[in-house]
């Protein structure tokens, strides 16, 4: 979690980029979503001031000027402690909306292993592929982690919805070693 200082420290930045290529565009944007920042207006985003977006910052920075754009990246605090508490909640929400749509791929990932185990699709090629799509929820999982500073109530429901597509997959690894390992009638 956040430190009280850092809850209403904020880095504001003013991103102004070339409209062509678009591709320039399209990368820092990108770079923004994947941190986490909060879409402000037109080219204004912003982040907790807190380490763990320091290296996300710097990247989008990077790929400004290397467009040849311009950031100006300011400190900010909220007038009132309502102002701060705004941002706050705006944030939280952002990363509510993350949440759930981890949540959604968790579903997704279920669903897909179950109708594997239905069809009795018991492959390495399968279970390699069914890996790979968990670990890629890991993966998400940790980004989401890092950048949820406030603890947005989604939280905790998205960690045990991983652990249970952990062991779906493993009981699903399960069934596939003892359908490869299965001997055929007649063959004792």
Do not use: N
């Amino acid at each position: 979690m956040a430190s009280r200082q850092a809850a209403g420290q904020w880095l504001v930045l003013v991103v102004r980029i070339p409209a062509e290529p678009s591709r320039h565009r399209v990368a820092v944007w990108r770079e923004l979503r994947k941190v986490g920042a909060l879409s402000l207006g037109q080219g204004v985003w912003a982040v907790p001031d807190v380490p763990v977006f320091a290296d996300g910052v710097g990247r989008v920075i990077a790929l400004t000027e290397q467009a040849g754009g311009q950031v100006v990246t300011l400190t900010a605090f909220g007038r009132k402690p309502e102002d701060a508490a705004r941002f706050q909640q705006m944030f939280t929400a952002a990363r509510s909306a993350d949440w759930t749509e981890f949540l959604a791929d968790c579903g997704k990932f279920e669903a897909e292993l179950a109708k594997e185990i239905r069809i009795a699709k018991f492959t390495l090629a399968e279970l390699e592929e069914e890996e790979q799509s968990l670990e890629r929820l890991r993966r998400w999982h940790r980004d989401l982690t890092a950048r949820d500073v406030f603890g947005a109530p989604e939280a905790t429901a998205a960690g045990e919805r991983l652990k249970r597509c952990a062991a779906a997959c493993e009981d699903y690894a399960e069934l596939v070693f003892a359908a490869l390992h299965q001997t055929p009638q007649g063959e004792q």
